[in-house]
């Protein structure tokens, strides 16, 4: 059985807000009683793509860290900066900045969905290509998650829905033909939702600095009062892949 926690949309920016937020929720991961497998943050790390707000990412994320912690890039986030501040690399690159990671049997691809200068996403040839290597490489024999940003989906909101991945169908083409792929793996909508993309599980994790209102929750886009979300991922034996989500 893997286990793993997820957060998303921490927007750090410098402020004593932002940054309390997502210290409270890596607190409380690093405090819990049973082990996780990894952390999962699916983009948005910083808000202006900042190599200040890289360097207090990593301290946030990385420091006293008890498991892997396995990121991708939003909207929000600057490849050249995030790849030195963050990542810790040697030369800044406007590259995907697509990983493969092993977590117990477990292959999980963190993909670059970022489309720079949009907010709309875009996983783009690039992308495709490294991914089906890697499905290659595995032959079908591991099972695989998939996690990115930007949401393929409706989010029925009609304005984060402006916002969403573009050119979806060679993503559903993808999952399509590789039946070891359990699930996908999100953030962006600062909602936790639940859906399916291409007949496998999507799971949408909620954000740490704010929460979106839905359209019938009341005027604004974001509420800032909501605690801070988080998801956990339970994968277990027969690749059935199950969430439940929390506030801190």
Known sequence: MLVLAQISDLHLDGTA????????????LRALPGPLDALLVTGDIADHGAEAEYKEAARVLFTDAPWPVLTCPGNHDVRGPYRTALLGEDAPSEAPVNRAHRVGGTEILMLDSSLPGSDEGLLDEETYA???????????TK??????????????????????????????????????IVGLIIGHAHTPAATTFAGRPL??????????????????????????????????????LTTHFRVV
């Not at 916002?163 to 169908?169: A, D, I, K, T």
């Open 17 to 28: 807000r932002a940054t309390e937020r997502a210290e409270r929720v890596m607190d409380h």
């Open 130 to 140: 490294w991914a089906e290597n890697r499905l290659a490489a595995l032959g079908g």
């Open 143 to 180: 099972p695989v998650l998939l996690s990115f940003h930007h949401h393929p989906v409706r989010m029925h909101h009609p304005r984060l829905d402006t916002w969403r991945l573009r050119q979806p169908g060679p993503l559903a083409e993808l999952v399509e033909r590789h039946p070891e």
């Open 203 to 240: 799971i949408v994790g909620p954000g740490v600095v704010s929460t979106l209102r839905l359209p019938w929750e009341g005027e604004g886009l974001v509420d800032l009062d909501a605690p801070v979300g988080l998801a956990f991922h339970v994968l277990d034996d027969e690749r059935r």
